[in-house]
T-cell receptor, first 113, second 114 residues
Framework: KQEVTQIPAALSVPEGENLVLNCSFTDSAIYNLQWFRQDPGKGLTSLLLIQSSQREQTSGRLNASLDKSSGRSTLYIAASQPGDSATYLCAVGDDNYGQNFVFGPGTRLSVLP | KAGVTQTPRYLIKTRGQQVTLSCSPISGHRSVSWYQQTPGQGLQFLFEYFSETQRNKGNFPGRFSGRQFSNSRSEMNVSTLELGDSALYLC?????????????FGPGTRLTVL
């Protein structure tokens, strides 16, 4: 059974810092991995999707990497801003279609002005 | 292009009642997945529908059911509501084509069971 963990559970940083969020999964036979952000009481916003054959994806100040063999993914946020404050979730798609996501518990990020 | 929409946004029910939630996917998306989010259990997968067929199912009791219509819209039904069913219910849609399986989430329906 796939299990996904995220470290740290919470993080508070001053504006402008670069930061790394970590995601680990127990079964390396994944189809894809997707990073989301969730604002309080809201739905999820897709940030980056990495297919199992890819090593990394980039979008603006965000970069996500995937190392299947070690069961790890990292989300790198450059030059953090207060608007980046949210909960960040990683989700692993481990079925043949990549639609059955197993979610991690999330990292709650606060960027202080 | 309109995003994923869910109705209603908020719902209050009492124990023993049943409830139906609706999800309209992004135009052209054929896959709809449902998730339950609670503070204690986090986000948990309920089921996924593709072309009107349930393709995958999570570990939830039979009180939770769903269906998908020919226009890809999906409904989720919960019968005999329990207090523990109080949660944010999220649906996600995807093209579900090879290389295009990114999931896009709706705003959710917050269900409160009294």
């Amino acid at each position: 059974k796939q299990e996904v963990t995220q470290i740290p559970a919470a993080l508070s940083v001053p504006e402008g810092e670069n930061l790394v969020l970590n995601c680990s999964f127990t079964d390396s036979a994944i189809y894809n991995l997707q990073w989301f952000r969730q604002d309080p009481g809201k739905g999820l916003t897709s940030l980056l999707l990495i297919q199992s054959s890819q090593r990394e994806q980039t979008s603006g100040r965000l970069n996500a990497s995937l190392d299947k063999s070690s069961g790890r993914s990292t989300l790198y946020i450059a030059a953090s801003q207060p608007g980046d404050s949210a909960t960040y979730l990683c989700a692993v798609g481990d079925d043949n279609y990549g639609q059955n996501f197993v979610f991690g518990p999330g990292t709650r990020l606060s960027v202080l002005p | 292009k309109a995003g994923v929409t869910q109705t209603p946004r908020y719902l209050i029910k009492t124990r023993g009642q049943q409830v139906t939630l609706s999800c309209s996917p992004i135009s052209g998306h054929r896959s709809v997945s449902w998730y339950q989010q609670t503070p204690g259990q986090g986000l948990q997968f309920l089921f996924e529908y593709f072309s009107e067929t349930q393709r995958n199912k999570g570990n939830f009791p039979g009180r939770f059911s769903g269906r998908q219509f020919s226009n890809s819209r999906s409904e989720m039904n919960v019968s005999t509501l329990e207090l523990g069913d109080s949660a944010l219910y999220l649906c996600a849609s995807s093209l579900a084509a090879s290389g295009f399986n990114e999931q896009f989430f709706g705003p959710g329906t917050r269900l409160t069971v009294l």
